[in-house]
């Protein structure tokens, strides 16, 4: 199975055709009309590879995505910094003895502020703690904000190519919870491949959100996505590029159309190196009503985002469209 690479090239060049179209007098009419015309037709280009990606394989890498070189330059040197302070260090020499093999850091913004937590355990809360540096901070929260802004043009560019409406999700995305996460998986030892081949550092899941965007470790591979015949594909991206993927919510909410493909993360001898990941966990807020987003979506039953992530694991399997079984065969 290929994975997709898709440039956000075209949509940016619509969004500075769109600026520069409301600048212009209205006196320059067949100009505005050429405008009008090339927008269109980045727009539909665009969100054609990104209907197909999403339909087809759940995952694309991302290129040309807005996202400066150097915040995210900035966002891997400052967690790795991180990983390597106390108290984290001690912790981190508890994490290789247990089957997780990975530490977290966790970050929610809310009301009543940021919720931050570290540890190995899963389900977040584990080890609540504060921000020890200011840079650090700075970076992440800037990073987050980067994001965000993205996260919100892709749910626009996914509404357009269901064909609805581009400001769709817009009232979803108010007050969402989204979270970030930077993941450091320890280094292996010669010892762990001496009766395997490879050590599975996470084990396969699908994300229970909308969409996450990765920004991957550039030097160590790890990562891999499930094909709908049980195979396993590599995704290594450039530097440069961030890796997509949906999740079940959107799955849910499409009726299955989109996919919210299994994925895991593999050591080899070869990749047995420290791995950096930081994945932004796109979430709409919990009142967002999930309503049929597609006509061949079916009628399943109406059920808010909080009652669905509160619920996930009765949700897993997408509705059935008419006459049709969506199912994943994985």
């Avoid at 980045?42 to 990606?53: D, G, K, Q, T, W």
């Avoid at 010892?191 to 599975?200: G, L, N, P, Y």
């Avoid at 990765?214 to 440069?240: M, N, Y």
């Avoid at 070869?270 to 796109?282: H, K, M, N, V």
């Amino acid at each position: 199975m290929k994975v997709p690479e898709i440039s956000l090239k075209s949509f940016y060049k619509a969004e500075a055709d769109s600026n520069l179209e409301d600048r212009l007098p209205v006196r320059v009419t067949s100009l505005l009309c050429r405008l009008q015309i090339q927008i269109v037709g980045h727009l539909v280009l665009a969100c054609s590879e990104l209907r197909n990606a999403c339909e087809e394989v759940g995952f694309f890498v991302l290129t040309d995505h807005g996202i400066c070189d150097a915040l995210m330059e900035s966002l891997r040197k400052e967690c790795t910094a991180f990983f390597k302070r106390p108290p984290q260090s001690n912790v981190l020499g508890m994490v290789s003895s247990t089957d997780s093999r990975f530490l977290w850091l966790d970050h929610v913004p809310c009301d009543d502020g940021p919720a931050w937590s570290l540890g190995p355990v899963h389900g977040r809360g584990s080890m609540p703690w504060q921000l020890d540096q200011e840079e650090f901070a700075t970076v992440w929260t800037a990073y987050y904000a980067e994001v965000e802004k993205l996260v919100a043009r892709l749910m626009s560019l996914f509404a357009v190519a269901m064909h609805l409406p581009a400001t769709t999700f817009d009232s979803a995305l108010k007050n969402h919870r989204s979270s970030m996460r930077a993941i450091l998986y320890p280094e292996l030892a010669e010892a762990d491949f001496e009766q395997t081949s490879e050590v599975i550092r996470s084990p396969e899941h699908t994300d229970w959100g909308c969409v996450t965007v990765l920004l991957a470790d550039p030097e160590v591979s790890g990562l891999e996505i499930c094909d709908k015949d049980g195979g396993w594909t590599s995704i290594q991206p450039q530097r440069h590029a961030l890796v997509v993927n949906l999740g079940e919510l959107l799955q849910w909410w499409t009726g299955g159309k989109w996919l919210a493909t299994p994925h895991r993360v593999l050591a080899r001898p070869d990749s047995a190196g420290e791995r950096l990941s930081c994945p932004y966990f796109g979430l709409v807020n919990r009142e967002t009503l999930l309503q049929p987003l597609l006509a061949e979506s079916g009628n399943h039953e109406g059920i808010t985002a909080g009652e669905f992530l509160q619920n996930h694991e009765r949700y897993s399997d997408p509705p059935k469209t008419r006459g049709q079984d969506t199912s994943l065969k994985r």
